[in-house]
């Protein structure tokens, strides 16, 4: 189904997955902070792609660098120069707005009124801060706008320490900060967000093929996490549009309620990266080759996604209403490793035998999986609470269970329920959540 920016940004704040920053002071525009339920996903999301990416591999190992790097690093990477969006100002409301995003642009989407606009200039979208106790030229320094330029710069620790050689991969996962103009669609675009980033250094000649393979893999992820495969695109840039330092770049685009938009960018970095680091800094960074004899600098094919614009696309690909019994229903189909919650556990009353069972099976399960032991409402309202989170098995605890030891589970996305033993509901759930988790 079609589901409106307004219907989810509305289920994530009321359900706890997304709060306003700074809200009691008014909020903060374009700022976000993750709830209960928003972290866990968030956490999976992120647990998710470092498993694809770095823990199921053996040619790829992880890295954590500082957010706030040598000012030369941003010389060399280009970001200062050419780290720019156009910047146009509007002269009747002075709302100001990047040029490559305004659908006309004739008329300003603020007022409403035409030929208001000033000429383009180039803002840059670095944020930057001052190091030391002084404020002036020289403790200058930024908030990194990617985490990449952290793993070029230790590409020859790397390769030293871990004994890596092309082709292998050095991944991170990390926040980034980009002072966007124009930042929106509720946490789609923020200045604060959370990159998962794989740069995979490969012989120059090999880097189409690692090109190709790297689009197909990443396209396979989404799909693997549940992700409708109609909802999913992959859309090569034109020429007009590669960065500075891109021989090629591939689009990984969601169907958002908007239309089409970027969920990751997999592009062919070439060696602009370590030759440029290797110039600037003086330090050698191209590799030896001890079976050819020679030294080359590596090229570099980049998967780089947004770990929080992914968790949103999930977010959205998993909603979905039905009606049931003349009543609406909101699930979350959220596949089992992404939902924040894995199983609740549900007493029919709040008696205190029932609450002490209840009790006693969520900290046996508490052992397996994150739990939920929901005890407030009625148990429809409960049952339809954890189809909005997402959460994949909820279990009911009953008065009959005071006499049998057995417990019902129902799954989310069937609503089917089957009567087992307490002692063998760990062994019924494992084998329910075999292969998904």
Not at 104 to 127: H, I
Not at 200 to 209: G, I, R, S, T, V
Not at 216 to 237: C, F, I, S, T
């Amino acid at each position: 189904m079609t589901v409106s920016l307004e219907t989810i940004a509305t289920l994530a704040q009321k359900r706890g997955f997304v709060y306003q920053a700074s809200e009691i002071y008014g909020g903060l525009r374009s700022a976000w902070d993750y709830g209960p339920l928003g972290v866990e996903l968030l956490r999976n999301v992120r647990e998710a792609w470092w498993q694809a990416m770095v823990s199921t591999r053996d040619d790829i190992v992880g890295l954590d660098s500082s957010v706030i790097l040598a000012p030369q690093v941003w010389v060399a990477s280009g970001h200062l120069a050419s780290f720019t969006d156009p910047l146009v100002e509007c002269t009747s409301c002075n709302n100001r707005f990047r040029l490559d995003k305004l659908t006309d642009s004739e008329v300003c989407p603020n007022c409403g009124k035409r030929g208001t606009f000033t000429e383009p200039k180039q803002f840059n979208l670095m944020l930057k801060t001052f190091l030391g106790p002084v404020e002036d030229a020289g403790a200058v320094a930024y908030l990194r706008p990617e985490t990449a330029q952290g793993i070029f710069v230790n590409f020859a620790n790397v390769v030293r320490t871990a004994r890596m050689k092309p082709p292998f991969g050095i991944a991170q996962i990390g926040k980034a900060f980009r002072n966007e103009i124009t930042p929106g669609q509720f946490v789609f675009r923020t200045r604060e967000f959370e990159q998962g980033e794989l740069e995979f250094f490969c012989p120059p000649a090999e880097a189409p093929k690692w090109h190709e393979y790297w689009l197909q893999e990443r396209l396979r992820w989404y799909v693997d996490l549940g992700m409708k495969p109609g909802n999913l695109r992959l859309r090569a840039h034109e020429a007009d549009e590669l960065s500075h330092y891109s021989a090629a770049t591939s689009d990984v685009e969601y169907q958002f309620p908007w239309g089409w938009d970027e969920l990751e960018g997999i592009a062919n970095r070439t060696d602009f990266d370590l030759r440029s680091h290797a110039e600037h800094s003086g330090v050698d960074l191209r590799y030896f080759d001890q079976d050819l004899g020679e030294r080359y600098f590596p090229y570099v094919i980049e998967p780089s996604a947004g770990i929080t614009r992914s968790a949103f696309a999930f977010l959205i690909d998993a909603y979905d209403e039905e009606e049931v019994r003349g009543e609406k229903r909101v699930v979350l189909r959220l596949h089992p490793r992404l939902a924040p919650i894995k199983v609740a556990v549900l007493p029919l009353s709040k008696k205190d035998e029932l609450m002490a069972v209840s009790g006693e099976v969520a900290a046996t399960l508490r052992a397996h999986w994150p739990v939920e032991h929901d005890i407030t409402q009625s148990i429809g309202r409960r049952y339809r609470r954890q189809d909005e989170i997402g959460t994949p098995f909820a279990v009911t605890v009953d008065f009959d269970t005071l006499q049998d030891r057995a417990v019902t589970i129902r799954e989310r996305d069937t609503m089917e329920q089957i009567r087992v033993p307490i002692a063998g509901l760990v062994e019924t759930l494992q084998e329910k959540f075999a292969g998904k988790l």
